[in-house]
T-cell receptor, first 113, second 114 residues
Framework: GNSVTQMEGPVTLSEEAFLTINCTYT??????LFWYVQYPGEGLQLLLKATKADDKGSNKGFEATYRKETTSFHLEKGSVQVSDSAVYFC????????????FGTGTSLTVIP | KAGVTQTPRYLIKTRGQQVTLSCSPISGHRSVSWYQQTPGQGLQFLFE???????NKGNFPGRFSGRQFSNSRSEMNVSTLELGDSALYLCASSSRQGNTGELFFGEGSRLTVL
């Protein structure tokens, strides 16, 4: 079956620190991979995505590379800001006949000044 | 362009009651999905509708049901509520039929069952 495992939180970092949130997946086919972010009091929104192996998704200084050989899609940012404080969700979709997404449990990030 | 709208935003029910939640997708989006979000389980897929047809269904009991109307608006219903149904219910819409489509989420309906 399909599943996503991501690093448990919460994670607390100082401003300008390097961020890595680990995500690994299990899939029966060739999924697309996503990172969603949920800011306090807001709905989930797409942060970045990659649709095939070796693709790199990037947005707002965040990056993640689709690694088929290690079934991973780790999220990284070189220098976090206070405004990056949020919950981050890794997800996969393999729905050739639909939009069923599988989400990780989320990683809460707090960035302190 | 208006986003995904969910109503009501908050509601409190008691065990045994039933509840109906509503979702209006982004204009032009024909796919609507529902997810249950809880602190311990994260986001769990409930079901997805496309052009009024249920395409996928998650692993939830039959007390959870949904439907989609011709204007793509969707409702989900939970009957015989249990304490464990307390959660944030998220609706998401998408314009794509395949697996590379982005999901656009609403802010959710927070259900508390007493």
């Amino acid at each position: 079956g399909n599943s996503v495992t991501q690093m448990e939180g919460p994670v607390t970092l100082s401003e300008e620190a390097f961020l890595t949130i680990n995500c690994t997946y299990t899939a029966t086919g060739y999924p697309s991979l996503f990172w969603y972010v949920q800011y306090p009091g807001e709905g989930l929104q797409l942060l970045l995505k990659a649709t095939k192996a070796d693709d790199k998704g990037s947005n707002k200084g965040f990056e993640a590379t689709y690694r088929k050989e290690t079934t991973s899609f780790h999220l990284e940012k070189g220098s976090v800001q206070v405004s990056d404080s949020a919950v981050y969700f890794c997800a996969l979709s393999e729905g050739f006949t639909g939009n069923q997404f599988y989400f990780g449990t989320g990683t809460s990030l707090t960035v302190i000044p | 362009k208006a986003g995904v709208t969910q109503t009501p935003r908050y509601l409190i029910k008691t065990r045994g009651q039933q509840v109906t939640l509503s979702c209006s997708p982004i204009s032009g989006h024909r796919s609507v999905s529902w997810y249950q979000q809880t602190p311990g389980q994260g986001l769990q897929f409930l079901f997805e509708y496309f052009s009024e047809t249920q395409r996928n269904k998650g692993n939830f009991p039959g007390r959870f049901s949904g439907r989609q109307f011709s204007n793509s608006r969707s409702e989900m219903n939970v009957s015989t509520l249990e304490l464990g149904d307390s959660a944030l219910y998220l609706c998401a819409s998408s314009s794509r039929q395949g697996n590379t489509g982005e999901l656009f989420f609403g802010e959710g309906s927070r259900l508390t069952v007493l």
